[in-house]
């Protein structure tokens, strides 16, 4: 088996202020995403890797930068923080291909003061 | 673009009793969608209860079963004898079939509270 790491845990930011989260997983898997939740709505996809040296924007990618160091990390930077973007950050990982199940990491709770 | 629409908000259900969770799927871009029921337990991260990649057929996991039905473009969650144990918030997604891209589009999920 394999785990997804992610920090921190709990991140408190002022408005206009640049954070980064980061997430880390041993599945070696090919593929990994950041997912945005906001309370009560689903999951929604800002970025994904779907290799290395790869990056794609999802529905939400605006006010976001992402960055795939290797294979195993791929981190998020809220570039100007609002308060309306306060919500829990998941990162997940997977195979590459269609099938595949996604792995997801326990999450980052964004506070925005 | 693609959207899913389940049971939105919380549904309680007493011990022993059936249930089902309602979720249909809407796409525009993806011919034969992969489907999937995520389940996060109170604690505990998001995590796969079953799939289902072929029309008609029938994905179960810990006694849940859901169907992936196209005519209807449905995939409901059903359970014939709840538990205690699976309280949790239940969510339906659809993924594209095949290819380099493996994003899901999920729904808001559906938090189930079992009553003993």
């Known amino acids: 088996g394999g785990i997804i790491t992610q920090t921190p845990k709990f991140l408190i930011g002022q408005e206009g202020q640049k954070l980064t989260l980061k997430c880390q997983q041993n599945?070696?898997?090919?593929?990994m995403y950041w997912y945005r939740q906001d309370s009560g709505k689903g999951l929604r996809l800002i970025y994904y890797?779907?290799?290395?040296?790869?990056?794609q924007k999802g529905d939400l990618s605006e006010g976001y930068d992402a960055s795939r160091e290797k294979k195993s990390s791929f981190s998020l930077t809220v570039t100007s923080a609002q308060k309306n973007e306060m919500a829990v950050f998941l990162c997940?990982?997977?195979?590459?291909?269609?099938?595949?199940?996604?792995?997801f990491g326990p999450g980052t709770r964004l506070t925005v003061l | 673009g693609d959207s899913v629409t389940q049971t939105e908000g919380q549904v309680t259900v007493s011990e022993s009793k059936s249930l089902i969770i309602n979720c249909t799927y809407s796409?525009?871009?993806?011919?034969?969608?992969?489907l999937f029921w995520y389940v996060r337990y109170p604690g505990e991260g998001l995590q796969l209860l079953l799939k289902?990649?072929?029309?008609?057929q029938k994905g179960s996991s810990r006694g849940f079963e859901a169907t992936y039905n196209k005519e209807t473009t449905s995939f409901h969650l059903q359970k014939a004898s709840v538990q205690e144990s699976d309280s949790a918030v239940y969510y339906c997604?659809?993924?594209?079939?095949?290819?380099?891209?493996?994003?899901?589009?999920f729904g808001k999920g559906t938090k189930l509270s079992v009553k003993s």
């Open positions: 289902v990649i072929t029309a008609g």
């Open positions: 890797s779907i290799t290395e040296n790869d990056l």
């Open positions: 997940a990982s997977s195979m590459r291909g269609g099938y595949a199940e996604q792995f």
């Open positions: 997604a659809l993924g594209a079939s095949g290819g380099s891209n493996a994003k899901l589009t």
């Open positions: 599945f070696n898997h090919d593929t």
């Open positions: 796409t525009t871009s993806i011919a034969y969608p992969n």
